[in-house]
């Protein structure tokens, strides 16, 4: 056990060198494909064929020492990779999957624009069908490893029946530009850009087949928010397990820090909301698996779990004191990369409303016309 901190925590120092400098380290790439978790749920094509639990555990797990690689590979596998599995023609996932499955090209999920985030059906990227084609043009923003990455799955209007369509588009497609998104405060090692199209002509056979509209989307997406769940799982673990290990190690008035009450009382709070997050994570998994899963359950899940990460992490940064500020003491990272996961995939706030909309039948995601007139 002791070897596994160890070899965790030289790994941890590892990435933090790039999580400082906003570097991705490529030499990582191979290690994480020997892993065998790119694909996740795929069957098929090389793919692993987890089960959604299994899946979940391992984004957790790699989580546990590193976010930005557990966004990395949910960017690449549960987003990128199951839209072709679940969107594509037989004869792109025979194309596509292998390679992506093996880590030896890079997929991203461009969906978000400037504009539109959270409401995100909105969308203004369109296509425009030409001979033996389509032109995209638009704007997306967010998009992560789509700084490098070789295929890039686009959502796009369709101008003539204004529905959404979804494109595979190569990196090196001419009017595709990418921008770094620079200054970000968490999951600094996730390459996150600007992507601009104009004019990119995208063959008939990069039209993915599945996707006729936004609904389509929350096929891939019901799947990806139950793992954006298990993120802060792993995440709470891995702070977890930093504090526990410091907290035994560091002396103060002659005594290691686990000694006193109160230490001792936000360590056990950290482990119970652990427990709390990992049995909720697992009843999405049990009700994905049996098909019983509606979009308030991965909301409510994705919400409350990145709620309780919050609280467990922040309990983690007092724990240090001083040194819980301190980016190499790695819980302050840890704290930083939180932020974003609390965000992406929906915020709070909207995966919250999703489930109200669920329990109520009434949707609240647009603000009540105001009266022009004051009743009072």
């Not at 590193?66 to 194309?95: N, R």
């Not at 770094?180 to 999951?187: A, F, Y």
């Not at 002509?201 to 990806?224: C, H, I, M, W, Y």
Request: proline share 3%; aromatic share 10%; glycine share 8%.
């Amino acid at each position: 056990m002791k070897q596994r901190v160890d070899f965790c925590i030289f790994f941890l120092n590892l990435l933090f060198q790039y999580w400082e400098k906003a570097e991705f380290p490529f030499h990582v790439i191979p290690k994480l494909g020997a892993l065998r978790v790119a694909g996740g749920t795929i069957k098929g094509y090389g793919c692993p064929g987890h089960s959604v639990t299994g899946a979940a555990i391992a984004i957790a797990e790699i989580a546990r020492v590193d976010a930005s690689c557990s966004t990395f590979i949910l960017v690449h596998s549960s987003l990128a990779m199951l839209t072709i599995a679940l969107c594509g023609s037989e004869e792109q996932k025979q194309k596509y999957l292998p390679s992506l499955a093996q880590l030896n090209t890079i997929a991203c999920w461009a969906l978000t624009e400037p504009a539109y985030g959270s409401d995100a059906s909105a969308l203004n990227t369109t296509a425009t069908k030409v001979e033996g084609g389509w032109i995209l043009e638009g704007q997306k923003r967010w998009i992560g490893n789509s700084t490098f990455a070789d295929v890039l799955v686009i959502f796009a209007r369709n101008t003539t029946t204004n529905q959404i369509n979804g494109y595979l588009v190569k990196k090196d497609a001419p009017g595709l530009t990418v921008t770094k998104i620079e200054n970000k405060i968490g999951l600094r090692i996730v390459q996150n850009g600007d992507i601009l199209l104009k004019k990119v002509f995208v063959p008939d056979e990069d039209r993915l087949p599945g996707v006729n509209s936004f609904q389509d989307t929350s096929k891939v997406l019901a799947v990806s928010r139950v793992m954006v769940a298990w993120q802060p799982i792993g995440i709470s673990m891995g702070v977890y397990d930093m504090c526990h290990r410091y907290l035994k190690e560091r002396k103060q008035f002659g005594a290691p820090l686990a000694a006193f009450q109160i230490n001792q009382q936000k360590l056990v709070q950290m482990l119970g909301n652990i427990q709390a997050m990992i049995l909720v994570g697992w009843r999405l998994c049990k009700l994905y698996e049996k098909g019983a899963m509606t979009p308030g359950h991965a909301s409510l899940g994705k919400s409350w779990i990145t709620a309780r990460a919050r609280e467990t992490v922040a309990l983690g940064r007092e724990l240090l004191g001083g040194n819980g500020i301190l980016s190499d003491f790695l819980v302050a990272k840890a704290f930083c990369d939180i932020e974003p996961i609390y965000t992406y995939e929906g915020t709070y706030d909207i995966n919250t409303l999703v489930t109200g909309r669920e329990v109520t039948g009434i949707a609240s995601f647009k603000p009540v016309a105001l009266a022009t007139r004051s009743r009072l």
